[in-house]
């Protein structure tokens, strides 16, 4: 494993124990990332307290909106979509609303590149909110004004009064670092999802100490066991009850990356960073824990995901062969990823979609409808992997979406009506394990059936000699 570096003056310390009670869990913030839905705009937000002592701002509102996903206006040789973020502030304790009207600010994206149109760049944006110590519901809502469709993000937060006489730690904010010629810059990391391409990864947040004693932060990295691999063959065995890939991604199974401990001599607000750099593709939690002055435990965390340097997106060549196992021979596959040059392996990847389909005209179709499967898969099925390795990922990107979904409670079926005038065909998914504060996500399996073989293989062929786009789907 790459070693990486924490750059802040800390002093080693013996590990210690987290207790895993609910509360606890709610300290755990893991991003805020909306379901994906086709033409509303998508976005991710960050909304947790802060401390500012110059100021009574102590609700920070993090978030970032995809460009493809906006409606754009040509006008004065430029597009440009125009968006609306409101906030909504209720308070819990008086179940009521905070702030009437919402708190309303404007963005606007604009660019003279159609490349703006198909782009999974960001438009960042961030507000922080003066707001009165207690329990909170937080909206946060982007409206597309072109489109007047909107998505919204809930979260509940707790913002801990600096005057009531106890310690506390604020929600920790995740930065991304990029060092681009002479210049360093910071990225407000609000996914669960994050991609490898930072030099390294900043955590930040502040703790205040009301204690006459020292404050003492214990802080530890933890690597969770997780699946990683591709999904296999529909048709195949179905996974062992007990392995990696049935149970998805083991909590009680983590691996202690680095330990550290700091000591708050003065009292008062501090604001604490820390940097990692090498981090591998992977599960993490970067936990923080203190004792109060009534001898209370204070706990916060933050959990996220290393993923491929574009993701959701397709940009390097490497991305883009990667999903051709569901498509070529396993020894084949294993030989284009072999290949260290990109430029070869284009060339490698080019001969093998011509190989069967001749006209290239043709194979640009297949190829374009590949990859937006693929990209699809990963907005739509992402987890603690990326969406095209999941199950639901390999069924969506080689058979499309379905006809129709059948909701269960345990799982759903895909309905597809794969050969015209003969009866539905249905792909079972299982949802072996609820999602809760303990198992944060939607992890389905399929139902591996034999019998299902030959439609997969059918399928595969199907885009190897071009056939796939007259199939019925």
Not at 194 to 199: E, F, G, L, R
Not at 276 to 298: C, H, P
Request: hydrophobic letters at 35%.
């Amino acid at each position: 494993m790459k070693k990486f570096h924490l750059l802040l003056i800390l002093l080693c310390f013996a590990p210690f124990t987290f207790m895993c009670n609910n509360a606890y869990l709610d300290e755990i913030g893991r991003g805020n990332d909306t379901e994906f839905k086709p033409g509303y705009p998508e976005t991710r937000v960050f909304i947790g307290s802060t401390f500012d002592q110059s100021s009574d701002k102590n609700l920070l509102i993090a978030g970032e909106v995809v460009h493809s996903s906006l409606i754009y206006k040509f006008k004065e040789n430029q597009f440009s979509a125009h968006l609306d973020v409101s906030i909504d502030v209720v308070d819990l304790a008086e179940k009521k609303a905070k702030n009437t009207p919402p708190i309303t600010f404007p963005i606007e994206v604009t660019d003279v590149r159609t490349d703006i149109l198909v782009s999974e760049g960001v438009k960042r944006f961030k507000k922080l909110v003066p707001i009165d110590p207690g329990k909170y519901s937080i909206s946060v809502s982007v409206t597309d004004l072109t489109s007047e469709k909107t998505t919204k993000t809930t979260k509940e937060v707790i913002i801990p009064s600096p005057d009531d006489g106890k310690s506390f730690l604020t929600d920790i904010q995740m930065v991304g670092v990029l060092k681009q010629d002479n210049e360093t810059i910071y990225e407000d990391l609000v996914s669960y999802h994050i991609s490898d391409k930072y030099d390294s990864l900043r955590f930040k947040f502040q703790a205040n100490n009301k204690s006459l004693d020292d404050l003492i932060l214990r802080t530890r990295l933890l690597k969770f066991d997780s699946d990683t691999s591709v999904s296999r063959s529909i048709g195949d065995r179905r996974y062992n009850s007990s392995s990696i890939e049935h149970l998805g991604i083991t909590y009680y199974d983590e691996e202690l990356l680095e330990s550290r401990r700091r000591v708050l001599v003065n009292q008062g607000n501090v604001s604490v960073f820390f940097n990692f750099a090498n981090l591998e593709r992977g599960n993490y939690r970067l936990e923080v824990e203190s004792t109060d002055t009534d001898g209370k435990e204070i706990y916060k965390a933050r959990d996220f995901s290393i993923k491929s340097t574009n993701f959701p997106a397709l940009i390097d060549v490497d991305e883009y062969a990667a999903p051709l196992v569901y498509l070529m021979r396993k020894k084949d596959h294993e030989e284009l990823m072999s290949i260290s040059d990109p430029r070869l392996m284009k060339i490698e990847m080019d001969k093998y979609w011509l190989k069967g389909i001749e006209n290239k005209a043709k194979a640009s179709q297949i190829i374009e409808l590949f990859y937006t499967r693929v990209e699809l898969a990963n907005k739509q099925f992402s987890n603690f992997k990326e969406g095209w390795k999941t199950d639901m990922g390999r069924a969506f990107i080689l058979f499309g979406p379905p006809l129709y979904v059948d909701y269960q409670i345990d799982g759903m079926r895909w309905i597809y009506p794969f050969d015209s005038g003969s009866r539905n065909v249905s792909i079972v998914f299982q949802k072996n394990k609820q999602e809760t504060k303990h198992f944060p996500f939607d992890h389905y399996l399929i139902e591996r059936d034999q019998s299902l073989s030959n439609l997969e293989y059918k399928y595969i062929q199907a885009w190897n000699d071009g056939s796939i786009l007259f199939l019925n789907q």
